[in-house]
């Protein structure tokens, strides 16, 4: 969705021309994107610059009822159903800055890379540490700036996923930016969102930041390595995501010890096993 | 911080509109604002004020927000009740077991324009 660009020039690795976004035309999106797999970043151009000849007419009311974020779920809709098509599960990954998402993905890549293929599309407001950290693993990696802006959307994903050679039946991870508020309101297509939260922040977050809690569907508890040091009260915090989700699912592990990691990798495991198997069953219709 | 973006949207389904519609000036903007949405309309507001200035379609546009309350059902009691946030219990029974049923708008729903 151009409408985010304005917050920021958003960055994707590997194209390296300026989009013009936010200005009275409309935009041809969801084309096939020719673009190559260097790794510096294009810009997502911003502003509005709207050209329109004033005349005279009388004052009238229209009726659009029109979603705010209907250009953002557009995007979302066919990012999903190139992701279905494919047969690529896909997660969004959300928390605050410094849950431990990056070292969970670099974990779990490790973890997963000899069993079947994996892409990563990290997210942050500036440089590429994280997505060079992933792609030490071994598995492909694009990063995305979002200069000023506060999260990913549905059109940074997409030019994201037609710039990664994502295979057929594989996993795609979206770090989001740390974040614990805006990128809740921002569906890019996933299957599920996963949040994460450190035990060493507060168990109260999932109460302190609703909308993220409910829009998730799974709840990692990382760095549980650490809980005898801290005052963090691991059956009120699942009480208090339940709360704003009863349906959330709840694993508990530490992506620096792998303690915990075994119920994660095998619910990506069977999530992608799901995904691959409709793919076949849609193929074979 | 997203109301930027979001404000942004609302400028840009305006031009849209502007282009479908034929009209070149937008006076009002009438959105729909439910109270469990993640928009702060003060936030909203201020951020229109900013954009839509910047716009010869919006420069003297009037933004007016109009609130949806909130409303889940209760599971336990099995009907609708009132909620201001995503972490009330029912008002009736106490219980969690709700599901939003209204109060999560973020619409454009009408605009008055020349």
Redesign the interface.
């Known amino acids: ?7 920021g020039d958003a960055k994707v690795e590997g194209h390296p021309h300026s989009h013009d976004h ?3 035309h ?1 935009h041809d999106h969801g084309h096939d994107h020719d673009h190559g797999h260097s790794h510096d970043h294009i810009h997502y151009g911003h ?9 005279l ?16 779920n557009d995007f979302a809709g066919r990012n999903r159903a190139w992701l279905e098509s494919h047969g690529v599960f896909a997660l969004n990954l959300v928390s605050s800055p410094g849950s431990g998402k990056t070292t969970l993905l670099c974990r779990t890549a490790e973890a997963l890379k000899s069993r079947f293929p994996l892409a990563v599309i990290e997210g942050d407001q500036q440089t590429s540490f994280d997505a060079d950290r992933i792609r030490a693993t071994g598995i492909p990696a694009l990063q995305v700036n979002t200069g000023k ?3 990913l ?1 549905a059109h940074m994903v997409e030019s994201a996923i037609a710039r990664l050679d994502i295979a057929e039946d594989s996993v795609l991870f979206i770090e989001n930016v740390g974040n614990l ?2 990128p ?3 569906d890019l297509g996933e299957a599920y969102k996963v949040a994460i939260l450190s035990v060493t922040e507060g168990e109260d977050k999932p ?1 302190k930041y ?2 993220m809690f ?1 829009a998730a569907s799974m709840m990692i508890l990382n760095k549980i390595d650490l809980l005898p040091h801290t005052d963090f009260d691991v059956e009120r915090c699942i009480a208090y995501a ?3 989700n ?1 349906e959330i699912v709840v694993i508990q592990l530490s992506a620096r010890t792998g303690e915990g990691f075994d119920e994660w990798l095998a619910w990506i495991t069977e999530g992608r096993r799901r995904m691959a198997a409709h793919r076949k069953g849609q193929a074979g219709s | ?2 109301e ?3 404000t ?6 305006l ?5 479908a ?5 937008v ?1 009002t903007v009438w ?1 729909e604002i439910g109270e469990l949405s ?1 928009v702060v309309p003060e936030s909203m507001e201020f951020c229109f004020g900013a ?1 839509a200035a ?5 420069a003297d546009a009037r933004l007016e927000i109009i609130r949806v309350p909130g409303a889940a059902w209760c599971m336990d009691c099995s009907e609708n009740v009132p909620v201001t ?3 009330d ?1 029912c008002p009736k029974c106490g219980g ?2 709700l599901a939003v049923t209204s109060g999560e708008e ?9």
Do not use: W, Y
Not at chain 2, 8 to 13: A, F, L, P, Q
Not at chain 2, 54 to 58: D, E, F, S, V
Not at chain 2, 106 to 114: A, F, G, N, Q
């Open positions: 969705m151009c409408t985010v660009c304005g917050c936010g200005h009275g409309t502003g509005i610059a709207g050209v329109h000849v004033p005349g007419s009388q004052s009238r009311i229209v009726q659009i009822e029109q979603d705010i974020l209907g250009h953002n802006g506060c999260h959307d508020v805006c809740a309101a921002f109460l609703p909308d409910h339940r709360r704003v009863p | 911080m997203h930027m973006s979001l942004e949207g609302v400028v840009r389904i031009e849209d509109q502007a282009a519609h034929g009209f070149t000036r006076k959105l993640t954009v910047g716009n010869p379609l919006t946030s995503r972490v219990l969690a077991k973020m619409r454009i729903k009408e605009l008055e324009v020349e």
